[in-house]
């Protein structure tokens, strides 16, 4: 198959931003494909060659590819590099100075799909001396065949900045339209869910159809979408929603981790599937000692105590163990324990169709003692009252507050989702809002006064899942310390883009546009209508969106979120409706 197929439906879905659009197109395209192939288009249209979780990636610098283009089309590297800036994009470049040599170059070969994986192979593996050229060498290898549409799709798959707009909810819908019915659409989603691989998912569906997805069960070693919570603004409402009983655990402040253990070594992945198993070394082997059986996947939260007395310290001290290098020095001077929370496998068996309580009964006997290896603390609560109890007692323990769990029959593991068979409450002295929220930064204002040189706030959004865009929700500016002032270019400036990104909603205009990829954590005192922002604009009045008032940043950088994550305008909705009860 010609790689300027692919490239083309690539362009098509660019260039729409209907997502309903951009999933007949990709379909029309799975539909023609051999599932072999069908899996590697997949993780190319995401700029990949492998799922998220696999360790190798592409990531070639920008300033190679610079240095691709110029050889493949002649231009100086110089001319190649501020054309580039103008753009804000090496691919846009290599189109435009790329275009219309295919058909005149002498010793060209069609550039096929095959032809695509296999120099990208070989750019993933290629190491140590003269690796740099050698990247340079096979990807202007690719150029020198490339029509100008192709060149701009392989210089953004080498880079990962695929740009296409086809998020991971608009694929799962092009794969159902492709090979099944409508209806069958959550069971594809659950298939991602416990194995985090878009590719093999196609695969199996494409050739094994709906009964093989059925099959497919979580794996050690892929990662599994973490469960995640809803909120309540009362204790006594979400007893009231438990009908009246439910398991009550402290909510740990630290780094979520999700451990997949077995006789070969221990994998540690964060909640967006990074493997942390370099940040955890000591909790790694612990938990592979520990552990009675053979194999287990494990979730817990990791977090900094005191080396004296074993308190938990705040989330900033486990935040040091995020670093790169000096580990060993990390792991002796900031101690970690992990608190246990959930198991979703245990020697081959998949648990996490088992209701809660039978998960926390398997999970409580899966480890012998260790000092750092610890069960998170749990009740059974039945009243208000109760529940109110155990939330002081989490708080008095340094923890910020908790996490009530269904204990009902249907009380499974749901992979991805977040829904009402766990719902958090917390502690927010600042305010009545009922959380904290986790917003991407997409724009930055330079400073004025004393924070004149330096971005003095940023321009924040809210995900929305639906249109698979970014809207904005409060201008911040509160809450940074100089340190955190100093540290902004190293933490944004390459996002930077030349205008505003194609998946970002918003009336505002900052100096700066970034591509959303920094979450920061931040409170305010509630939700207002605005007329400047775009969250669930036109929801509740006309000409308006919803917008935080009093924004603060909390302090914290949210690493372990990708901007998927980030708080959902649906959850921003729901949040709203909850204040003006
Ligand atoms: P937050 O920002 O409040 O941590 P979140 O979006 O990361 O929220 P939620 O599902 O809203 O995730 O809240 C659950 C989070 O709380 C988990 O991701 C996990 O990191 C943490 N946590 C701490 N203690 C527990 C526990 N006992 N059970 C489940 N999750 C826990």
Known sequence: MLYSDIASVFDKTERTSSRLEMTAILSDLFRTLEPRTLRSVVYLSQGKLHPDFFPQKLGMSDKLVLKAISLTSGFSENEVEKLSIKE???????????????????????????????????IEGSEGKDSQERKMKLLANMLHDSGPIEARYLCRIVTGRMRVGAGSMTILDALALSFAEKSDRPEIERAFNVTCDMGMVAETLASGGMDAIRNVRVKLGNPIKVMLAERLPSLSEIMERMEGTCAMEYKYDGIRVQAHISEEGVRLYSRRLEDMTNNFPDIASSLKNALKGKEAIVEGECVSV???????????????????????????????????????QTDGEDTTDLPYPERRDILSH??????????????????????????????????????AKSVAGASVYRAGNRGFLWIKYKKDYHSDMTDTFDLAVVGAFYGMGKRKGRYGALLMASYDREMQTYATICKLGTGFDDAFLDSMPDLLDKYKTAGKPENVDSKMIPDVWFDPSVILEVTAAELSLSPIHTAAAGVFKEDAGLALRFPRFTGKVRNDKAPEDSTSVAEVMEMYGMQKI
């Open 306 to 344: 005191n080396a004296k007395d074993g308190r938990m310290l705040p989330f900033q001290e486990v935040t040091h163990r995020r670093r790169k290098h000096g580990m060993e020095d990390a792991v002796k001077d900031y101690p970690v324990k992990i608190f246990l929370f959930d198991i979703l």
């Open 366 to 403: 899966a480890f012998n003692d260790s000092d750092n290896i610890v069960m998170s603390h749990m009740q059974t609560v039945n009243s208000a009252a109760e529940a109110e109890t155990f939330f002081t007692k989490a708080l008095s323990d340094g923890c910020e507050g908790i996490m």
């Open 88 to 122: 804000g994009d090496p691919g846009t470049a290599a189109e435009l100075l790329i275009g219309g040599k295919k058909q005149t170059a002498l010793f060209s070969e069609p550039l096929t799909v095959e032809r695509v994986i296999k120099n990208l192979v070989l």
